[in-house]
């Protein structure tokens, strides 16, 4: 399949290791923040999302952490497993002249070694 | 898989000509929006249809053009084709439901303009 993101900052992690993926965000009106996860030759899979309101949910083995204060959002994955091996891009998501605007981050490759 | 899926996977047109590209939407909903995802960037929004109208348009000139049927299929239209309008088109359906909505993507479709 083709690759997505040749030129994207890189994190490399050990399998089994926990991963924090950062992403700064550029709107403070944001309603809510989804975390996609992209394969090569694939589209972007909805991981978790968490609303303006909250700072911190849960899913399985996935973290995501709001600081709206400092427009930071960040997924902590844990236990890294090579299927984690992806792009993983953060979106924000807030209301336009009456549709939801969806805008992408730059996006972070996460390379997982054995 | 979300149930969205895109048509063709890949097309290779020449500078010029006009393209049709098509989604079938996950059953249930209502919404529809088209990204161009170039190389190494995040998907960049060129608009949305909700029940077969469009109600956002990001910045892409009018020779993108769109559909969304009864069915909530829709299409993807550009015009007179240029070099830069190679990339991964995705679209992504969603319900929107009091003000909240989370996109699902469809694996896209590759185009190469030459």
């Known amino acids: 399949g083709e690759s997505v993101g040749l030129h994207l900052p890189t994190l490399s992690v050990q399998e089994g290791d926990n991963s924090i993926i950062n992403c700064a965000y550029s709107?403070?009106?944001?309603?809510?923040f989804i975390w996609y996860k992209q394969e090569s030759g694939k589209g972007p899979q909805f991981i978790i999302d968490i609303r303006s309101n909250m700072d911190k949910r849960q899913g399985q083995r996935v973290t995501v952490l709001l600081n709206k204060t400092v427009k930071h959002l960040s997924l902590q994955i844990a236990a890294t497993q090579p299927g984690d091996s992806a792009v993983y891009f953060c979106?924000?998501?807030?209301?336009?002249?009456?549709?939801?605007?969806?805008?992408f981050g730059a996006g972070t490759r996460l390379a997982v070694h054995p | 898989e979300t149930g969205v899926t895109q048509s063709p996977t890949h097309l290779i047109k020449t500078r010029g000509q006009q393209v049709t590209l098509r989604c079938s939407s996950q059953s249930g909903h209502n919404t529809v929006s088209w990204y161009q995802q170039a190389l190494g960037q995040g998907p960049q929004f060129i608009f949305q249809y909700y029940r077969e109208e469009e109600n956002g348009r990001g910045n892409f000139p009018p020779r993108f053009s769109g559909l969304q049927f009864p069915n909530y299929s829709s299409e993807l239209n550009v015009n007179a084709l240029e070099l830069d309008d190679s990339a991964l088109y995705l679209c992504?359906?969603?319900?929107?439901?009091?003000?909240?909505?989370?996109?699902?993507f469809g694996p896209g479709t590759r185009l190469l303009v030459l």
């Open positions: 709107n403070s009106a944001s309603d809510y």
């Open positions: 979106a924000e998501i807030f209301l336009s002249g009456g549709y939801n605007k969806l805008i």
């Open positions: 992504a359906s969603s319900l929107w439901d009091r003000g909240q909505e989370t996109q699902y």
